[in-house]
């Protein structure tokens, strides 16, 4: 049982340079999620969706575009990576909203140079 | 202006003694809070959560508290072990379920052989 996938698991990118994190969950989930983790500063929430189709901003969307054209994947894409944009992206997944369990991934480290 | 506040970065707890973990938060309109677990390259995993209708909530070794005059909950692990060590996040679901969950900044628990 495989849970949530993320791909790739590591990547260095150049300033300027695009790229996509797929996300993918084999549990059926309506909700899934992005986060972004730094040093200090906790779980971010990058964007979401809350269906197959759709997708919503959470707190940090800048430079971050999102989509779900399957239910069972949420693709995070990066259309010119900046340094700031270093980090450890985690996505999520959840069966809905009934008590705010979230499944995690394994984490996608990025490094943009 | 951070919703969900752990003022500890680190603590250190010798080997089969208790370990207590602190969290606050401003907002009233939480109605869950939740705990995760992290494991270094790895993601978070849910560990205990706590409905804002009750005070205590307990698993095995793990018990949560919960304070609402205070806006104050906090993880208690009884013995602490050394699989204990991991980062531990408190999170917290808004009644408002357009509002999405928010974490922490974490706490690093070191256990102490």
């Known amino acids: 049982n495989a849970g949530v996938t993320q791909t790739p698991k590591f990547r260095v990118l150049k300033t300027g340079q695009s790229m996509t994190l797929l996300c993918a969950q084999d549990?059926?989930?309506?909700?899934m999620y992005w986060y972004r983790q730094d040093p200090g500063m906790g779980l971010r929430l990058i964007h979401y969706?809350?269906?197959?189709?759709?997708?919503a901003k959470g707190e940090v969307p800048d430079g971050y575009n999102v989509s779900r054209l399957k239910k069972q994947n949420f693709l995070l894409g990066l259309e010119s990576a900046a340094p700031s944009q270093t980090s450890v992206y985690f996505c999520?997944?959840?069966?809905?909203?009934?008590?705010?369990?979230?499944?995690f991934g394994e984490g996608s480290r990025l490094t943009v140079l | 202006d951070q919703q969900v506040k752990q003022n500890s970065p680190s603590l250190s707890v010798q080997e089969g003694r208790i370990s207590i973990l602190n969290c606050d938060y401003t907002?009233?309109?939480?109605?869950?809070f939740l705990w995760y677990k992290k494991y270094p390259a790895e993601g978070p995993t849910f560990l205990i959560s706590i409905s804002s209708i009750k005070d205590k909530n307990e698993d095995g070794r793990f018990t949560v508290f919960l304070n609402k005059s205070a806006k104050h909950l906090s993880l208690h692990i009884v013995p602490s072990q050394p699989g204990d060590s991991a980062v531990y996040f408190c999170a917290a679901r808004p009644m408002n379920r357009d509002d999405k969950i928010i974490f922490g900044k974490g706490t690093r628990l070191h256990i102490l052989p």
């Open positions: 549990m059926n989930h309506e909700y």
């Open positions: 999520a997944s959840s069966p809905g909203q009934n008590t705010g369990e979230l499944f």
């Open positions: 969706s809350v269906g197959e189709g759709t997708t």
């Open positions: 907002n009233s309109m939480f109605d869950y």
